[in-house]
């Protein structure tokens, strides 16, 4: 099992960037696909961003395509996701998710669930 706590959200502008962070802790990190997924009021939880486990395979949701950035440092049992050119749309709680499936594009795939942490997006 793999213990996941994101950091980084906050209240930003439309068009600036912030940096998401998701530790993780317990089996080995290296072990499992990574994943951002983000939850609107009103709507469901919806992947965003995934990475395999050896960061050589990334997924995009076609809403962030060209303004995010998902990474994986497996020294540091870290993920991140860096966040450009932010939009109001953008708003939610995000999520920090963990599976062990190879199918890492997928949003069944994913087990392990982070608390969340809130951006929000002013225009």
């Known amino acids: 099992q793999v213990r996941l706590v994101e950091s980084g959200g906050r209240l930003v502008q439309a068009g600036d960037s912030l940096r998401l962070s998701c530790v993780a802790s317990?089996?080995?990190?290296?072990?499992?696909?990574m994943g951002w997924f983000r939850q609107a009021p009103g709507k469901e939880r919806d992947l965003v961003a995934a990475?395999?486990?050896?960061?050589?395979?990334?997924y995009y949701a076609d809403s962030v395509k060209g303004r995010f950035t998902i990474s994986r440092d497996n020294a540091k049992n870290t993920v991140y996701l860096q966040m450009n050119s932010l939009k109001p749309e953008d708003t939610a709680v995000y999520y920090c998710?963990?599976?062990?499936?190879?199918?890492?594009?997928?949003?069944?795939?994913?087990?392990?669930w982070g608390q969340g942490t809130q951006v929000t997006v002013s225009s």
């Open positions: 998710s963990a599976g062990t499936s190879t199918n890492f594009a997928r949003a069944p795939s994913y087990d392990y």
């Open positions: 317990g089996r080995t990190f290296s072990s499992y696909a």
């Open positions: 990475i395999n486990r050896n960061g050589g395979r990334i």
